[in-house]
Structure formats: structure tokens, C-alpha cells
């Protein structure tokens, strides 16, 4: 007999206009743009400004996303209760809001204290947002054509890439008029943009028909997080490695000689490629071929990383910018494809809370490990984004040994 499948199990998820699936997990892509692309990822474009103007040390830099790293963690252990006790509609509105506020409130203060606290605060909002958007974006995914399914959980991730990409056109500009001195600009700039996407994404999951509060998670036993191990630790091994790239790849460039222009053009690229992400790795999430969609993204991934530390020709800088982030996104879909397949629809939200919590976890140790190398010497920041890309491929290894999975099995 065949198992029920997952997908056709839960009702449509639409607006009851009849919006687009793929025009509502762009509204609520608008969430990971100012959870990730922003609250995230836009701190390797402030942290040289940031590190010249406060005296900061490589390992102070990294604290600092340490920092929002275990603030991530946080928020991705509470979720569960959040979503259990408010549903995830609730959930992503709120958090969503908190992160665009504490993304602004960064610029009040150049104090270590006040920096690590708003850090921290961004990483616990982000992770509610992006989890809580994540479940969204499942939901709709749900509800539309077997065809187009891969493409809405792409779409909502490849958010977080266009705040890279806006991100890339405008901050190495604006930081280039005002000098070290103006980091605090950059973020004032980002928190208004984070409030006008707000509207937005607010608007988006006020379209999707989410179950009642208490009815988005169901509980994971040991017999249904065994068989998804394997892309349980090459996700432990993306959240490692991706970060230091994340982190430091523009610090280690402009070391090398890579002006404005360079930059800009290398972090709008890296968002480009993210957000044309979904045309190409759509139908690869919507096959449901256990790990192995995640293995090609992290190997791609992987590949990306370790191009630089290779050389620093432009043509190896920009590949590399293309290779990670047309990938890096899409790992976090894959997950979310993964877990529609191999769990029930009442567990989906148990599930995307425990793949965040295992990323959550090692992301936080990745720019302290790369900032502490980094201060070992002069090759050191070589040496920690040669070993982030090294991880990266492992966790590749890794993802295509894990099996498919049927829920219910």
C-alpha cells in the first residue's frame, strides 16, 4: 500500500482572492531579506568600516556574529513554544518586527556592550522570522501545483539573497562617502528598509490559511529524526562553514587589494545569483530524491568557498561570488523540501525548528573559530576560509548518502 503522501494531505493554501502561490512566498520573502540579508549577511560589508573606526581585533569581529548566532539559536530553541502558543501567522509578523527595529537601533552606539546585544537581538528575531516564514512558505508550497512546489520554497529563501543584493548596490557606497566613521549610516539605512519590507510581508501572510494556534507542530521521536540523521550533520556542517565566508570573505578581499567597486560588483553578485536561485534549482527540490538535492547545492557551495583562498584573480573572485550564492540559500530549502517529504504535515513545524536548532548551533562557533585563526597571523584568515570550504564539502559527502524518506513509514 502507498503511503500518503504529505503534500496532498493539507488543504490549498491560498488567499481567498486566489493569490499566486509563487506571489506570496515573494511577499513573504521579504521576511529572510531583512532577517538574513540584512540582519546577517550585510555586517561582512559594515564590519571593515566598523573594525577601523571602533579598533576592533579579528576576534572581536567575530564575536560579534557569534554573537548573532547564539541569539539564533535562542530564538530557533522557541519557536516550537511560539508557534504552538501564537501560530506561525503571529509569529513571523511579530519577530519580523523585532528584527527591524534592533537592525536600526544598532546604529545608537558604538559600545562593545550595546553592538553585542543588538547582534544578539537581530539573530533571536531573525530566527523566529525565518523559521516561522519557512513553515508559511511550506504551507502555500502545499497547496500548489506538484511543478511549482520547488519553486515557492525557493523564491521565499532566495529573500534573504536580495537583501545582498541591495545590499551590494547600495552600502559599499554609501560607507565609501562617509568613511569608517559612518558605519552607523549603513545600519539606519537598513533598518528603514527593513520597515518598508515589513509592510509588505505582513500583507503576504495575512493571504495564507495557516491551521489554529496550538495546530502548527506536532513532537519528533527518536524514530523519526534517526533515518533523517545524515542531513541532520551536513546541515551542522553548512551552518560551520558557510559562516566564515559570510563573515570575512569581503575583509580578506579588501586585504587583498579589492577596491569599492570591486566589492560592490562581488556582494551584488553573490545576491543576484541567489535570487535567480529558484530558475535553476527548482525542479531539482521538487523531485524528492532524499539528500541528494542538498548535496549538489552544498558542493556547489563548497566549491564556491574555496575559490578565493585558491586565488584572488577577478575571475576567481566573481565565480566564487555566482557559485555560493546561487547555493547557499537553496541549502536551507532543500532542508524544508526534505522534511515535507519525510514527515507528516502536523510535523513539519517540529521539523523545521530542529534543523534550524542544529544549524543555529554551529553557525555560532564559525566566526569566532575563523576571527581566532585570523589573529594567528598573517595567512591565518586563508587558513579559516580554506577550512570553512573544506566543512562545506564534507557536509556535501554527507547529504548524498542520506536516503529518501517517506513520511509515515
Known amino acids: 500500500m502507498t503511503p500518503p503522501d504529505p503534500v496532498s494531505s493539507v488543504p490549498a493554501v491560498v488567499s481567498p482572492a486566489g493569490a499566486s502561490p509563487v506571489w506570496l512566498a515573494a511577499g513573504l520573502a ?11 549577511f550585510s ?3 559594515l564590519l571593515p568600516p566598523m573594525r577601523a573606526s571602533l579598533g576592533w581585533t579579528y576576534t572581536q569581529a567575530g564575536v560579534m556574529n557569534t554573537a548573532n548566532g547564539l541569539g539564533y539559536l535562542l530564538g530557533a530553541v522557541l519557536v516550537p513554544r511560539l508557534l504552538g502558543r501564537w501560530g506561525a501567522r503571529l509569529a513571523f509578523t511579530a519577530s519580523l518586527l523585532v528584527t527591524a527595529l534592533t537592525i536600526t537601533l544598532t546604529a545608537a552606539s558604538g559600545a562593545l556592550g550595546w553592538l553585542l546585544l543588538m547582534r544578539f537581538l537581530t539573530g533571536l528575531g531573525g530566527a523566529v522570522t525565518f523559521t516561522s516564514g519557512g513553515l508559511l512558505a511550506a504551507q502555500v508550497a502545499s497547496g500548489a501545483p506538484a511543478r511549482q512546489s520547488g519553486a515557492v520554497l525557493s ?13 551590494g548596490l547600495g552600502l559599499p557606497a554609501l560607507l565609501g562617502r562617509l568613511g569608517p566613521g559612518g558605519w552607523p549610516a549603513g545600519w539606519l539605512a537598513l533598518g528603514t528598509l527593513s520597515l518598508l519590507g515589513l509592510v509588505i510581508a505582513i500583507r503576504a501572510a495575512g493571504l495564507t490559511r495557516t491551521p489554529p494556534s496550538g495546530a502548527d507542530t506536532g513532537r519528533l521521536g527518536l524514530a523519526q529524526v534517526r533515518p533523517l540523521l ?14 566564515a565566508y559570510t563573515t570575512f570573505s569581503v575583509t580578506y578581499l579588501r586585504a587583498g587589494g579589492l577596491d569599492t567597486a570591486g566589492v ?3 556582494w551584488a553578485l553573490l545576491g543576484l545569483a541567489g535570487v535567480a536561485a529558484p530558475l535553476l534549482w527548482g525542479r531539482l527540490l521538487s523531485q524528492g530524491q532524499g539528500g541528494r538535492p542538498m548535496g549538489i547545492l552544498m558542493a556547489t557551495m563548497g566549491t564556491g568557498a574555496a575559490l578565493p583562498v585558491l586565488s584572488t584573480t577577478p575571475l576567481a573572485v566573481f565565480l566564487s561570488a555566482a557559485l555560493f550564492g546561487v547555493a547557499a540559500l537553496t541549502v536551507v ?15 513539519w513545524g517540529a521539523g523545521v525548528a530542529l534543523y534550524t536548532i542544529t544549524f543555529a548551533a554551529f553557525q ?6 575563523t576571527g581566532a585563526l585570523a589573529d594567528g597571523g598573517p595567512a591565518g584568515l586563508r587558513l579559516g576560509l580554506g577550512v570553512s570550504a573544506l566543512v562545506l564539502l564534507l557536509g556535501a559527502a554527507l547529504a548524498f548518502w542520506q536516503p529518501a524518506v517517506v513520511a509515515g513509514e
Open 30 to 40: 521579504l521576511g529572510p531579506m531583512v532577517a538574513l540579508g540584512f540582519g546577517r
Open 43 to 45: 555586517y561582512a560589508l
Open 155 to 167: 523564491v521565499f529563501y532566495a529573500g534573504a539573497s536580495l537583501g545582498i543584493l541591495l545590499t
Open 230 to 243: 545524515r542531513s541532520l550533520l551536513a546541515y551542522a556542517c553548512s551552518g560551520l562553514g558557510y559562516v
Open 264 to 266: 560592490s560588483l562581488f
Open 333 to 347: 530549502a532543500s532542508t524544508t523540501a526534505l522534511i515535507r517529504q519525510s514527515l507528516r504535515p502536523a510535523q
Open 364 to 369: 555560532s562557533a564559525g566566526p569566532l573559530l
